[in-house]
């Protein structure tokens, strides 16, 4: 049974920091294309960074948070990361782990491309 598990969020004011987490078990994590994903409350799902497989890998960030935010992966421990500095308000959201059956995308991630979910971490950013 493959789980998706996310921690990491919590309230930050703007200028702060957080650093997620999502530990993943059930598949083979080193062979997949990993993404993390954000929701704000009315909004739809959005895919703002993604990681394909192998070291040295190649990544995609959206536009609202290239050179804030930074994925990585320890494929070691089945664990993939972001890194989220610099924090404004419009980062509040429910933040998304998210595996896909394949290794290697390009673009932005959607959702449709992602197979396996987290339940989500809540990130709140106060003026």
């Known amino acids: 049974q493959v789980q998706v598990v996310e921690s990491g969020g919590g309230l930050v004011q703007a200028g702060g920091s957080l650093r997620l987490s999502c530990k993943v078990s059930?598949?083979?994590?080193?062979?997949?294309?990993m993404a993390w994903f954000r929701q704000a409350p009315g909004q739809e799902r959005e895919g703002i960074s993604r990681?394909?497989?192998?070291?040295?890998?190649?990544?995609y960030y959206t536009d609202s948070v290239k050179g804030r935010f930074t994925i990585s992966r320890d494929d070691a421990e089945n664990t993939l990361y972001l890194q989220m500095n610099s924090l404004i308000p419009e980062d509040t959201a429910m933040y998304y782990c998210a595996a896909s059956d394949y290794g290697y995308f390009g673009g932005r991630p959607s959702t449709a491309d992602f197979r396996y979910w987290g339940q989500g971490t809540q990130v709140t950013v106060s003026a």
């Open positions: 059930g598949l083979n994590f080193a062979e997949r294309a």
């Open positions: 990681i394909n497989r192998g070291i040295g890998t190649t990544t």
